[in-house]
Protein backbone atom coordinates (compact mmCIF):
# COMPACT_ATOMS: atom_id res chain seq x y z
CA UNK A 1 0.00 0.00 0.00
CA UNK A 2 2.92 1.82 0.66
CA UNK A 3 4.09 1.84 -2.70
CA UNK A 4 0.68 2.57 -4.07
CA UNK A 5 0.42 5.62 -2.28
CA UNK A 6 3.71 7.29 -3.01
CA UNK A 7 2.22 6.31 -6.74
CA UNK A 8 -0.77 8.42 -5.82
CA UNK A 9 1.37 11.27 -4.52
CA UNK A 10 3.20 11.75 -7.20
CA UNK A 11 0.17 11.81 -9.32
CA UNK A 12 -1.35 14.56 -7.64
CA UNK A 13 1.67 16.70 -7.70
CA UNK A 14 2.30 16.28 -11.53
CA UNK A 15 -1.59 17.15 -11.70
CA UNK A 16 -0.74 20.77 -9.34
CA UNK A 17 2.17 21.26 -11.25
CA UNK A 18 1.34 20.72 -15.40
CA UNK A 19 -2.24 20.60 -14.93
CA UNK A 20 -4.85 17.48 -17.08
CA UNK A 21 -2.42 16.41 -19.70
CA UNK A 22 -2.99 13.43 -22.17
CA UNK A 23 0.33 11.52 -20.76
CA UNK A 24 -0.69 12.13 -17.01
CA UNK A 25 -4.78 10.77 -17.75
CA UNK A 26 -3.53 7.61 -18.99
CA UNK A 27 -0.51 7.28 -16.64
CA UNK A 28 -3.88 7.33 -13.56
CA UNK A 29 -5.94 5.41 -15.43
CA UNK A 30 -3.31 2.20 -15.71
CA UNK A 31 -2.28 2.43 -11.69
CA UNK A 32 -5.99 2.49 -11.23
CA UNK A 33 -6.09 -0.89 -13.59
CA UNK A 34 -3.08 -1.67 -11.95
CA UNK A 35 -4.82 -1.49 -8.48
CA UNK A 36 -7.89 -3.75 -9.25
CA UNK A 37 -5.61 -6.28 -10.65
CA UNK A 38 -4.00 -6.44 -7.74
CA UNK A 39 -7.14 -6.66 -6.10
CA UNK A 40 -8.50 -9.35 -7.44
CA UNK A 41 -5.23 -11.60 -8.08
CA UNK A 42 -4.39 -11.35 -4.32
CA UNK A 43 -5.77 -12.72 -1.31
CA UNK A 44 -6.29 -10.08 1.66
CA UNK A 45 -7.99 -8.88 4.34
CA UNK A 46 -11.30 -6.83 3.77
CA UNK A 47 -9.40 -3.72 5.04
CA UNK A 48 -6.90 -4.16 2.41
CA UNK A 49 -9.47 -4.78 -0.07
CA UNK A 50 -11.19 -1.52 0.64
CA UNK A 51 -8.26 0.31 1.13
CA UNK A 52 -7.10 -1.26 -2.82
CA UNK A 53 -10.73 0.10 -4.27
CA UNK A 54 -10.07 3.60 -2.50
CA UNK A 55 -6.62 3.77 -3.78
CA UNK A 56 -7.73 2.28 -7.01
CA UNK A 57 -10.51 5.06 -6.60
CA UNK A 58 -8.48 7.59 -6.06
CA UNK A 59 -6.26 6.52 -9.89
CA UNK A 60 -9.75 7.25 -11.68
CA UNK A 61 -10.70 10.66 -9.82
CA UNK A 62 -7.25 11.56 -11.41
CA UNK A 63 -7.85 10.40 -14.48
CA UNK A 64 -11.07 11.72 -14.97
CA UNK A 65 -9.76 15.22 -13.90
CA UNK A 66 -6.77 15.17 -15.95
CA UNK A 67 -10.07 14.84 -19.05
CA UNK A 68 -11.93 17.07 -17.50
CA UNK A 69 -8.59 19.80 -17.09
CA UNK A 70 -7.50 19.33 -20.55
CA UNK A 71 -10.73 19.96 -21.87
CA UNK A 72 -11.25 15.99 -22.89
CA UNK A 73 -15.03 15.72 -21.34
CA UNK A 74 -15.88 13.05 -23.77
CA UNK A 75 -12.99 10.93 -21.83
CA UNK A 76 -14.54 12.35 -18.41
CA UNK A 77 -17.79 10.52 -17.95
CA UNK A 78 -16.63 7.21 -17.77
CA UNK A 79 -14.26 7.65 -15.29
CA UNK A 80 -16.69 9.12 -13.10
CA UNK A 81 -19.16 5.73 -13.04
CA UNK A 82 -16.05 3.87 -12.19
CA UNK A 83 -14.84 6.03 -9.46
CA UNK A 84 -18.51 6.07 -7.71
CA UNK A 85 -18.40 2.29 -8.35
CA UNK A 86 -14.50 1.39 -6.70
CA UNK A 87 -15.20 4.44 -4.05
CA UNK A 88 -18.85 2.66 -3.37
CA UNK A 89 -16.87 -1.02 -2.94
CA UNK A 90 -14.42 0.80 -0.56
CA UNK A 91 -16.68 2.96 1.17
CA UNK A 92 -14.75 5.99 1.28
CA UNK A 93 -16.38 8.68 1.56
CA UNK A 94 -13.40 11.09 0.91
CA UNK A 95 -12.99 9.80 -2.56
CA UNK A 96 -16.82 9.62 -2.79
CA UNK A 97 -16.69 13.60 -2.29
CA UNK A 98 -13.61 13.83 -4.93
CA UNK A 99 -15.84 12.16 -7.52
CA UNK A 100 -18.76 14.12 -7.44
CA UNK A 101 -16.93 17.24 -6.75
CA UNK A 102 -15.11 16.70 -10.34
CA UNK A 103 -18.77 15.87 -11.74
CA UNK A 104 -19.90 19.47 -10.76
CA UNK A 105 -16.89 20.80 -12.51
CA UNK A 106 -17.33 18.54 -15.85
CA UNK A 107 -20.89 19.09 -16.31
CA UNK A 108 -20.23 23.24 -15.55
CA UNK A 109 -18.18 22.09 -18.82
CA UNK A 110 -20.56 20.87 -20.74
CA UNK A 111 -23.13 23.73 -20.48
CA UNK A 112 -25.29 21.49 -17.66
CA UNK A 113 -25.25 23.83 -14.93
CA UNK A 114 -28.41 22.41 -13.16
CA UNK A 115 -26.88 18.70 -13.03
CA UNK A 116 -23.43 20.91 -11.76
CA UNK A 117 -25.51 22.07 -8.65
CA UNK A 118 -27.06 19.08 -8.29
CA UNK A 119 -23.11 17.15 -8.68
CA UNK A 120 -22.03 19.81 -5.64
CA UNK A 121 -24.96 19.39 -3.56
CA UNK A 122 -24.69 15.59 -3.45
CA UNK A 123 -20.54 16.64 -2.37
CA UNK A 124 -22.02 18.91 0.11
CA UNK A 125 -24.32 16.03 1.52
CA UNK A 126 -21.69 13.90 2.23
CA UNK A 127 -21.27 13.93 5.95
CA UNK A 128 -16.97 14.68 5.78
CA UNK A 129 -18.07 18.46 5.16
CA UNK A 130 -20.61 18.55 8.35
CA UNK A 131 -17.18 16.47 10.16
CA UNK A 132 -14.64 18.96 8.34
CA UNK A 133 -15.61 22.66 7.56
CA UNK A 134 -12.46 22.51 5.29
CA UNK A 135 -14.14 20.11 2.57
CA UNK A 136 -17.49 22.18 3.60
CA UNK A 137 -15.95 25.36 2.05
CA UNK A 138 -14.62 24.01 -1.14
CA UNK A 139 -17.85 22.50 -1.45
CA UNK A 140 -19.40 25.83 -1.74
CA UNK A 141 -16.72 27.42 -3.34
CA UNK A 142 -17.37 25.50 -6.15
CA UNK A 143 -21.39 25.45 -6.00
CA UNK A 144 -20.76 29.37 -5.99
CA UNK A 145 -19.57 28.89 -9.60
CA UNK A 146 -22.57 26.53 -10.78
CA UNK A 147 -24.76 29.51 -8.97
CA UNK A 148 -22.86 31.48 -11.10
CA UNK A 149 -23.16 30.01 -14.17
CA UNK A 150 -27.64 29.28 -13.45
CA UNK A 151 -27.29 33.18 -13.33
CA UNK A 152 -28.30 33.26 -9.77
CA UNK A 153 -26.12 35.89 -8.47
CA UNK A 154 -27.64 36.05 -4.86
CA UNK A 155 -27.06 32.50 -4.39
CA UNK A 156 -23.51 32.47 -5.71
CA UNK A 157 -22.69 35.51 -3.43
CA UNK A 158 -23.86 33.56 -0.74
CA UNK A 159 -22.42 30.74 -1.09
CA UNK A 160 -18.97 32.02 -1.46
CA UNK A 161 -19.30 34.01 1.92
CA UNK A 162 -20.13 30.39 3.32
CA UNK A 163 -17.21 28.76 2.24
CA UNK A 164 -15.03 31.51 3.47
CA UNK A 165 -16.98 30.92 6.66
CA UNK A 166 -16.35 27.56 6.58
CA UNK A 167 -12.80 27.73 5.77
CA UNK A 168 -12.06 30.27 8.10
CA UNK A 169 -13.13 27.53 11.01
CA UNK A 170 -11.14 25.05 9.75
CA UNK A 171 -8.10 23.18 11.68
CA UNK A 172 -5.08 24.30 8.50
CA UNK A 173 -3.01 21.42 10.52
CA UNK A 174 -5.30 19.38 10.09
CA UNK A 175 -3.94 15.90 7.89
CA UNK A 176 -6.28 15.34 4.42
CA UNK A 177 -5.74 13.07 1.68
CA UNK A 178 -2.94 14.53 -1.03
CA UNK A 179 -5.40 15.53 -3.61
CA UNK A 180 -6.87 17.94 -0.84
CA UNK A 181 -3.55 19.62 -1.13
CA UNK A 182 -4.55 21.76 -3.95
CA UNK A 183 -7.49 23.94 -1.80
CA UNK A 184 -6.44 26.79 0.49
CA UNK A 185 -7.24 30.59 0.62
CA UNK A 186 -5.38 31.19 -3.14
CA UNK A 187 -8.30 28.37 -4.84
CA UNK A 188 -11.14 29.70 -2.69
CA UNK A 189 -9.65 33.19 -4.11
CA UNK A 190 -9.72 31.32 -7.75
CA UNK A 191 -13.10 30.07 -7.70
CA UNK A 192 -14.64 33.47 -6.08
CA UNK A 193 -13.10 35.14 -9.49
CA UNK A 194 -14.59 32.34 -11.94
CA UNK A 195 -17.77 33.15 -9.85
CA UNK A 196 -17.53 36.72 -10.37
CA UNK A 197 -16.83 37.12 -13.68
CA UNK A 198 -19.41 34.75 -14.70
CA UNK A 199 -21.55 36.99 -13.51
CA UNK A 200 -20.04 40.57 -14.77
CA UNK A 201 -18.67 41.74 -11.69
CA UNK A 202 -15.23 42.66 -12.63
CA UNK A 203 -14.05 44.71 -9.80
CA UNK A 204 -15.24 41.91 -7.65
CA UNK A 205 -13.47 39.61 -9.93
CA UNK A 206 -10.24 41.44 -10.02
CA UNK A 207 -10.03 41.62 -6.74
CA UNK A 208 -10.25 37.94 -5.75
CA UNK A 209 -7.82 37.48 -8.27
CA UNK A 210 -4.94 39.30 -7.03
CA UNK A 211 -5.84 38.34 -3.47
CA UNK A 212 -4.93 34.62 -5.03
CA UNK A 213 -2.14 35.57 -6.88
CA UNK A 214 -0.95 36.73 -3.52
CA UNK A 215 -1.72 33.61 -1.91
CA UNK A 216 -0.40 31.12 -4.50
CA UNK A 217 2.14 28.51 -4.18
CA UNK A 218 5.43 28.78 -6.26
CA UNK A 219 4.74 25.33 -7.72
CA UNK A 220 1.30 25.98 -8.50
CA UNK A 221 2.30 26.87 -12.52
CA UNK A 222 -1.43 25.61 -13.79
CA UNK A 223 -2.87 27.63 -10.92
CA UNK A 224 -0.89 30.75 -11.54
CA UNK A 225 -1.64 30.74 -15.53
CA UNK A 226 -5.54 30.69 -14.97
CA UNK A 227 -5.59 33.32 -12.41
CA UNK A 228 -3.51 35.92 -14.55
CA UNK A 229 -5.88 34.91 -17.56
CA UNK A 230 -9.05 35.26 -15.66
CA UNK A 231 -7.32 38.72 -14.23
CA UNK A 232 -6.98 39.90 -17.58
CA UNK A 233 -10.72 38.94 -18.61
CA UNK A 234 -11.91 41.20 -15.39
CA UNK A 235 -9.95 43.98 -16.07
CA UNK A 236 -11.06 43.90 -19.64
CA UNK A 237 -14.56 44.06 -18.33
CA UNK A 238 -13.65 47.54 -16.76
CA UNK A 239 -11.86 48.74 -20.00
CA UNK A 240 -8.58 48.55 -18.70
CA UNK A 241 -6.65 47.49 -22.07
CA UNK A 242 -3.20 47.88 -21.04
CA UNK A 243 -3.21 45.91 -17.90
CA UNK A 244 -5.62 43.38 -19.09
CA UNK A 245 -2.99 42.72 -21.92
CA UNK A 246 -0.20 43.07 -19.39
CA UNK A 247 -1.60 40.10 -17.21
CA UNK A 248 -2.68 37.65 -20.30
CA UNK A 249 1.34 38.31 -21.64
CA UNK A 250 2.19 36.93 -17.94
CA UNK A 251 0.57 33.59 -19.00
CA UNK A 252 3.84 31.26 -19.51
CA UNK A 253 4.18 30.19 -23.17
CA UNK A 254 4.09 26.43 -22.33
CA UNK A 255 0.63 26.60 -20.71
CA UNK A 256 -0.60 29.48 -22.93
CA UNK A 257 -2.34 26.28 -25.29
CA UNK A 258 -3.32 24.09 -22.60
CA UNK A 259 -6.58 22.99 -21.67
CA UNK A 260 -8.65 25.58 -19.56
CA UNK A 261 -6.08 28.50 -19.88
CA UNK A 262 -5.81 28.29 -23.52
CA UNK A 263 -9.63 28.18 -23.54
CA UNK A 264 -9.70 31.08 -21.48
CA UNK A 265 -6.63 33.06 -23.33
CA UNK A 266 -8.90 32.31 -26.75
CA UNK A 267 -11.82 34.00 -24.98
CA UNK A 268 -9.63 37.28 -24.29
CA UNK A 269 -8.32 37.20 -27.72
CA UNK A 270 -12.22 37.13 -29.17
CA UNK A 271 -13.27 39.85 -26.49
CA UNK A 272 -10.08 42.45 -26.85
CA UNK A 273 -11.05 42.61 -30.39
CA UNK A 274 -14.12 43.78 -29.98
CA UNK A 275 -13.79 45.96 -27.28
CA UNK A 276 -10.13 47.62 -28.46
CA UNK A 277 -9.77 46.70 -32.48
CA UNK A 278 -7.61 49.71 -33.23
CA UNK A 279 -5.60 49.81 -29.80
CA UNK A 280 -1.86 49.08 -30.16
CA UNK A 281 -2.22 46.51 -27.09
CA UNK A 282 -4.26 44.80 -29.30
CA UNK A 283 -1.95 44.25 -31.81
CA UNK A 284 0.92 43.48 -29.91
CA UNK A 285 -1.03 40.85 -28.19
CA UNK A 286 -2.34 39.29 -31.40
CA UNK A 287 1.76 39.85 -32.15
CA UNK A 288 2.70 37.64 -28.84
CA UNK A 289 -0.21 35.21 -29.51
CA UNK A 290 1.47 34.43 -32.83
CA UNK A 291 4.95 34.16 -31.63
CA UNK A 292 3.95 31.97 -28.99
CA UNK A 293 2.05 29.59 -31.64
Not at 277 to 286: G, N
Request: hydrophobic share 45%.
Amino acid sequence: MDRLNAKLAAVVSMDNAYGGTVELQRHAAALAEETVRLQNSHTASARIRSELYGVAAAFTASAMWAAIDGRRLDQAEPYLDRAITLAGLANNRFILFRAWGHAGIMYRHLGRPADAIAAAEAARGISITRSDPFYASLAFARLATFHADAGDARSSQRAIGLAQDSYDRADQGKHRPPWMGFYDQAELDSLATFANLRLRRWEAAERHAHRCLASLRPDLERNRALTYANLALAQLGQGDIEPAVAAARTVAPSMARQGRVGGLLDSFTTQLAIVAPRSSDTAAWHEHRRAAA
